[in-house]
């Protein structure tokens, strides 16, 4: 994976500009868990580490991506997808843009419990405390 590229643009993300707010929104119904986040326009983004094999849905926007810093490809919503254990994502937004997934939760955990399942730890070697604030 190209891990090591995309915390060095995160790095320098963080040194240059302001972070971004992206809300999301958490919905829960019997088995499943709905991830929606909005992104907006002139935004970039770098994503978490998925850990798991999920669907997406981009409902509203249009958006770049490199996954593990690779080859670029447009999305422009309506757009469905799989996300692949292991992915890391780097989002140029051209729009305001939603994007959610889908989580099975058979357990019927919160999202921080679900997070904790479904996202890798990673933290970027690069960032100084500071800068890991920055993102809390």
């Not at 094999?53 to 757009?79: C, M, N, R, T």
């Not at 933290?123 to 800068?131: A, G, Q, T």
Request: with cysteine.
């Amino acid at each position: 994976r190209n891990d090591n590229r995309i915390d060095k643009l995160e790095a320098a993300m963080l040194n240059n500009f302001d972070v971004v707010e992206c809300p999301l929104k958490h919905t829960f119904t019997p088995g499943l868990y709905i991830r929606e986040i909005f992104m907006p326009k002139d935004s970039v983004i770098t994503s978490k580490i998925h850990k798991t094999e999920h669907p997406f849905i981009v409902s509203k926007g249009v958006v770049s991506v490199s996954i593990d810093a690779g080859e670029w490809q447009l999305i422009e919503a309506p757009y469905s997808g799989i996300t692949k254990p292991g992915t890391r994502r780097i989002l140029w937004v051209h729009e305001d843009t939603i994007w959610t997934t889908i989580h099975a939760n058979p357990d019927n955990e919160n999202e921080n419990e679900i997070e904790e399942r479904i996202i890798e730890k990673h933290e970027n070697p690069l960032l100084n405390i500071k800068e890991k604030e920055r993102l809390t």
